[in-house]
């Protein structure tokens, strides 16, 4: 089975071997059998195809073990970009792999990767989150545990929810960050603007145009760590001389006032030293 990146906006983007690949197939497994027809009918492609989405994902994937099993060839796409990155394929893949074929990729187009590459920010680290979850409280949580991690953030996001998750990344993420704002890319209204995160929801605000179409959100790497006060470490190693890490960075925030998150961090390079 061929796993193959279709584009993301701009149907010229599709590689020299992915059409070769889709034209040699027995069969396209789509999400949306007419969203392919339009890329496959562009390129004058005539494959049937089978709809594969993630309400039918687990009997679609049988039915393509069971043809692969007869020696037939298939390509698995997704409506846009890389299958299996925020779209369905995962389990499909899984299940291929798992009934003993060889399951082979065709890298190319993937939205993440396209702003990354026009973001132009010097982060070594990044982690794909993709979509934050709908539900406010959940989404705020994440985004809170997400502050502590020490690398560029990329999310995807919808039009509908991007005032509104631009706003939370601004409330709750060190105002020191920036932020790239990513959209449509590929397309004839593609933006990709650069901007302190703090700005962001004004940025949005100012312009119902930056609103709308597919985003891909690109949030710069935390600044750096400022070392804890010197009374702080002294509280903490006393303590952590006596204590197992865990109780002692408790004791030690409630003594010193500060944030538990950092003394735990703390505590543990503390210990590790010591090892
Ligand atoms: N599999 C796709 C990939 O490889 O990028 C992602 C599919 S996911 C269902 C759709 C989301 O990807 C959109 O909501 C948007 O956040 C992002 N996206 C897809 N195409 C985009 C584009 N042309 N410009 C900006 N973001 C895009």
Not at 163 to 174: D, F, N, P
Not at 180 to 209: G, H, S, Y
Not at 222 to 240: F, I, K, Y
Request: charged content about 20%; proline content about 6%; hydrophobic content about 50%.
């Amino acid at each position: 089975m061929y796993v193959v990146a279709t584009p993301i906006g701009n149907l010229g983007d599709i590689s020299l071997r992915a059409l070769e690949t889709l034209r040699g197939v027995d069969l396209v497994a789509c999400e949306d059998t007419r969203h392919a027809r339009h890329l496959l009918d562009h390129h004058g492609i005539k494959v049937p195809t089978l709809a594969l989405h993630q309400h039918n994902e687990n009997a679609a994937a049988d039915k393509l073990i069971r043809l692969l099993g007869e020696g037939k060839s298939v390509a698995l796409v997704s409506d846009a970009g890389t299958p299996g990155v925020s779209d369905p394929g995962a389990r499909t893949v899984a299940a291929v792999r798992t009934a003993g074929f060889r399951v082979i990729p065709l890298p190319g187009p993937n939205a993440a990767i396209a702003a990354l590459s026009a973001a132009g920010l010097a982060d070594a680290r990044f982690l794909f989150v993709g979509f934050l979850p709908a539900k406010v409280g959940a989404r705020r949580t994440a985004i809170q545990e997400l502050a502590g991690v020490d690398a560029a953030l990329v999310f995807y996001e919808a039009p509908h929810r991007v005032v509104e998750t631009v706003g939370e990344l601004a409330e709750l993420l060190q105002p020191q960050r920036e932020i790239v704002i990513a959209r449509e890319l590929t397309k004839l209204f593609e933006q990709i603007e650069r901007m302190p995160l703090t700005q962001a929801p004004a940025w949005l605000a100012a312009d119902a145009n930056h609103q709308r179409g597919e985003f891909v959100l690109v949030v710069s790497a935390p600044p750096p760590r400022e070392g804890m006060d010197a009374e702080t470490e002294r509280v903490l190693a006393t303590l952590l001389a006596e204590l197992p890490v865990r109780q002692a960075a408790k004791l030690a925030a409630e003594i010193t006032g500060q944030p538990k998150n950092a003394l735990y961090a703390r505590a543990l390079e503390l210990k590790a030293q010591d090892l």
